[in-house]
């Protein structure tokens, strides 16, 4: 990104030719968000005609150095339908630069939460607003999951069966091992194992993708909002869960899944799922898969570092989590 008064400059001509019937807009208290590895995230306060709103702009970074691989034009069609046609909980998606001509990448414009990241929340420090946060994660899970699919855009994909869905899935770390420097067997091995173990189908529903707490706000009254919605999906249910529980594997300690049967059986209950299928098999079936979709990028970017291709410090700094990734797979699988 530019520099931060060039910034401001650009979202202000960007606002005042979207905001109806504006007069002028003045940005300021621009400020870089740490923390992601895929997106430029940043705030910033926007002042028009005596009003004053915080918002968050989140953009494809002009460094191509990615882990994840993700499109805003489909997030942002996503995020705009939900914003307009649903009450599922998150920040209200406003504008977006779809081709980057005045912002100087894809980026999108939301509302900025006024509270703290969910995962702050829950390891304490400061007075405290939600009083069970396995409760309300499995409220926000089964929340999003139930949302109508007939409001979706086209633009996200409807998978033709459940069948068809996971062997997509299993087909992924198949063309992994084939995209790294080196042949890797554990990987072979993971996709035979998804292929014997899988569990019973569950209805498809919208998925986050990658709900956990670092991408969960809590405002001031309490209310658990998603962000980060670039991994959503049609897909099974149960992956909420799994993606969640891979996490808090690779990145302890536990926090909502420290009690999994009580995750399992309040997701269970709010969400409508039968219990039989929300079981521990299951879950575990879907962290496994769940752990290629963060990672897929980075074994790119390992290929690229070690043939010269990639001068960037994020794989290097990052390489120490693939020996994590493997141990936890493991583990998963037996």
């Not at 960037?312 to 020996?323: D, G, R």
Request: negative net charge; aromatic residues 8%; charged residues 25%.
């Amino acid at each position: 990104m530019n520099e931060p008064n060039e910034i401001c400059q650009r979202l202000e001509r960007f606002l005042s030719s979207r905001i109806p019937q504006s007069a002028t807009v003045k940005v300021d208290n621009y400020e870089v968000i740490a923390g992601g590895y895929s997106r430029h995230m940043a705030r910033f306060t926007a002042h028009c005609d005596g009003s004053t709103s915080n918002l968050i702009m989140r953009a494809d970074p002009l460094d191509a150095n990615v882990t994840i691989e993700s499109d805003r034009a489909r997030e942002w069609v996503l995020l705009r339908a939900l914003t307009e046609k649903t009450d599922v909980p998150m920040p209200r998606a406003l504008y977006y630069d779809e081709d980057g001509s005045d912002l100087g990448s894809k980026t999108i414009i939301l509302e900025e939460v006024q509270g703290r990241s969910f995962l702050a929340e829950i390891r304490g420090g400061e007075s405290q607003l939600v009083s069970d946060p396995i409760d309300a994660f499995a409220e926000l899970a089964a929340h999003i999951n139930r949302t109508d699919l007939s409001v979706l855009p086209e633009e996200i994909e409807r998978p033709a069966s459940w069948d068809d869905y996971v062997d997509g899935r299993i087909e992924e770390w198949r063309k992994s091992e084939q995209q790294q420097l080196d042949r890797n067997p554990l990987f072979r091995y993971i996709a035979g194992w998804l292929e014997d173990n899988r569990p019973e189908p569950a209805p498809f529903c919208l998925v986050h993708g990658e709900l956990q707490p670092s991408n969960i706000m809590v405002d001031e009254q309490g209310q658990l909002l998603a962000v980060d919605w670039e991994m959503a999906r049609i897909g099974d249910p149960r992956e909420e869960l799994g993606w969640c529980t891979w996490v808090e594997s690779m990145q302890p300690p536990h926090t909502i899944t420290k009690d999994s049967s009580r995750l399992r059986r309040l997701y269970a209950a709010k969400s409508g799922l039968d219990e039989s299928l929300v079981t521990p098999e299951a879950i575990r079936y879907f962290t496994v898969i769940a752990g290629l979709q963060g990672l897929q990028g980075l074994y790119t970017q390992v290929r690229e570092l070690a043939e010269g291709r990639n001068k960037s410090l994020l794989p290097a700094y990052l390489l120490s989590a693939l020996t994590t990734a493997h141990e936890q797979w493991w583990l998963a699988t037996r």
